[in-house]
Nanobody, 124 residues
Framework: QVQLVESGGGLVQAGGSLRLSCAASGRTFSSYALGWFRQAPGKEREFVAAISGSGGTIYLADSVKGRFTISRDNAKNTVYLQMNSLKPEDTAVYYC?????????????????WGQGTQVTVSS
């Protein structure tokens, strides 16, 4: 069982930055791929980023490449999403996920565990 708690969301102006954090419980944290998804009002949930257990494999959605980075600290059981050059279209609830298989997360949009989400609002 893995529990995920996101933090770091908020209101920011276009062009600004935010860093989301996701703290995970569980003794096997490093064996899980971690990811971020987002869902805007009236839209389907979409994949944002994923990172393998070792941190050696990373997937990023095309819409965030060059602006967002994902990283993890296995000693702290935490995954981060650094978001730079934010745009109004990045406004969404961002969810942290954990799954043993990064392919399921990045390419299939599926994951065993989900956080409650944190709101990110980018004003124009």
């Amino acid at each position: 069982q893995v529990q995920l708690v996101e933090s770091g969301g908020g209101l920011v102006q276009a062009g600004g930055s935010l860093r989301l954090s996701c703290a995970a419980s569980g003794r096997t944290f490093s064996s899980y791929a971690l990811g971020w998804f987002r869902q805007a009002p009236g839209k389907e949930r979409e994949f944002v980023a994923a990172i393998s257990g070792s941190g050696g494999t990373i997937y990023l959605a095309d819409s965030v490449k060059g602006r967002f980075t994902i990283s993890r600290d296995n000693a702290k059981n935490t995954v981060y999403l650094q978001m730079n050059s934010l745009k109004p279209e990045d406004t969404a609830v961002y969810y942290c996920t954990a799954d043993p298989n990064i392919i399921r997360v990045a390419l299939q949009g599926r994951s065993d565990y989900w956080g409650q989400g944190t709101q990110v609002t980018v004003s124009s």
